[in-house]
């Protein structure tokens, strides 16, 4: 994940339409949102090989591995997740690109190597690790920005931090939202 420097407001995942959050053309709109891992992608392109070093993409040469932007050869790769996924609250959902070490606390720790791993050896141990890490609850900070693909805008979500739900710093807010509802 990008970082967490300090608290973000926050939001309903419905609030990114209805407040055209992500829109701003100067700089990307930052917020918090408390709601559901509901969908994860484990089809395609979920993990990256990388530089262990620099985190930077790597291609396979034969038995090597290639670091597009320094050329250098190396010997081995780190995986690095670089996640699909969707989440949702009471009010919408959105899907969110959840980066390395955001991925691993979804997934208990296991890192993006070990996935791989089990994907090739186990692959039933593999769809139930990723089944059992839908529908965690969570808080997870987000960064919405425009961006063109294929010609055409849309808001992308991605992580910048993400915990699993804290009941007791949550109650207080949920407090306040009852009383202003009743009130």
């Known amino acids: ?8 407001p926050k939001k309903f995942l419905a609030d990114i339409e ?14 918090s949102v408390t709601g559901y891992i509901t969908w994860m992608n484990n089809e395609k392109s979920w993990q990256y090989p990388s530089n262990p ?7 396979q040469e034969g038995d090597k591995w290639r670091d ?14 670089i996640l699909p996924a ?27 190597d070990e996935m791989w791993e089990m994907q090739h050896a186990n692959e039933d141990g593999f769809k139930a690790v990723w089944k059992q890490a839908l529908f965690q609850q969570c808080t997870i900070k987000v960064r919405a920005k425009t961006e063109k693909y294929n010609d055409e805008e849309r808001v992308k979500v991605s992580s910048m931090s993400l915990e699993p739900i804290n ?17």
């Open 68 to 81: 597009e932007k320094s050329q250098e050869l190396l010997d081995t790769c780190l995986r690095r997740f």
């Open 53 to 59: 070093e620099s985190k930077r993409k790597v291609t």
């Open 1 to 8: 994940g990008g970082g967490s420097f300090g608290p973000a």
């Open 167 to 183: 009941y007791k710093a949550e109650a207080p807010a949920l407090l306040e939202r009852i009383r202003r509802y009743v009130n």
């Open 18 to 31: 209805s407040q055209g959050l992500g829109k701003r053309t100067d700089k990307p709109d930052v917020f």
């Open 86 to 112: 969707k989440i949702s609250d009471h009010t919408g959902s959105s899907f969110v690109t959840v980066f390395d070490d955001d991925a691993k606390k979804i997934f208990g720790g296991v890192s993006a």
